[in-house]
């Protein structure tokens, strides 16, 4: 393995300064656990602006760099996350696809869901410097597969900036909370690239029950399709090899 790259980049977009902050000693903790332990590609670090972030970078089996997936975890967790995050940022790569796994902002342990938004202007500067890294290393195409909440986080991103990616992929995403920054019903109109809505039949109850809402948001793209795996719950548990067959699948189609 080798040793972690220091990777700092200049940000395409500014954001007013938060009142509170991504949780940067757990951050930090995360990130020695994953280092000492990474087992498959190599622990870059990348700089947001604000601070340095964790990031996994795993090359594609044939070598290239062209084709490149930004991956991104869910509340609390990290770019190593063993469900969802780990399968997709290693096995995407045997399809030919570069990816970087990125630490998105966290909040304490005993955090819930709704304490997040308020650190939601932390994540502009993450995928900015994720995407502007891959491109330094030759991406042309560079898509964003995203959790849970990451996905949420995804789609505020991509309904708040002019800058061009090539698809989205939302993993068990849900409505958000209505009124805030993670308000994913009021992000998707203004999310206009290619999107994937993927869910399992047994996913979280707030995941089904809105996923008329996520669609009929979405209406106006007509790059948007929403496909259920039957069986699989939130983190597609028993159910990898569905979970990257479809990713795989739909980034190929692109």
């Known amino acids: 393995m080798k040793k972690p790259l220091i990777f700092g980049l200049a940000l395409g977009l500014v954001f007013a300064v938060s009142v509170q902050a991504t949780d940067l000693a757990k951050e930090k903790r995360w990130a020695e656990q994953i280092v000492d332990a990474l087992m498959d590609g190599d622990a870059v670090y990348l700089d947001d602006g604000r601070a340095e972030f964790l990031a996994l970078e795993t090359p594609a089996a044939d070598g290239s760099s062209e084709r490149a997936v930004i991956v991104m975890h869910g509340t609390g967790v990290h770019p190593n996350w ?145 496909l259920t795996v039957s069986g699989a719950d939130h983190f597609f548990d028993g159910e990898e090899t569905e979970l990257l067959e479809n990713v795989q699948a739909w980034l190929n189609d692109l």
């Open 82 to 226: 063993p469900t969802v995050v780990l399968p997709l940022r290693v096995g995407l790569t045997e399809s030919g696809w570069h990816t970087l796994s990125i630490q998105m902002p966290v909040l304490a342990n005993e955090a819930d869901y709704k304490d997040y938004p308020p650190i939601y202007d932390w994540v502009p500067g993450r995928i900015d410097a994720a995407i502007e890294y891959l491109q330094a290393q030759g991406a042309k195409s560079i898509v964003l597969v995203a959790h849970s909440q990451g996905a949420t986080m995804t789609s505020y991103y991509l309904a708040n900036t002019d800058r061009v990616v090539d698809g989205f992929v939302a993993i068990g995403m849900g409505p958000g909370i209505a009124g805030t920054a993670a308000d994913n019903l009021a992000h998707l109109p203004d999310v206009t690239v290619p999107l994937l809505d993927l869910y399992g039949s047994e996913d979280l109850p707030e995941v089904l029950a809105s996923a008329g809402q996520r669609a009929d948001a979405s209406r106006g793209n007509r790059a948007y399709a929403q």
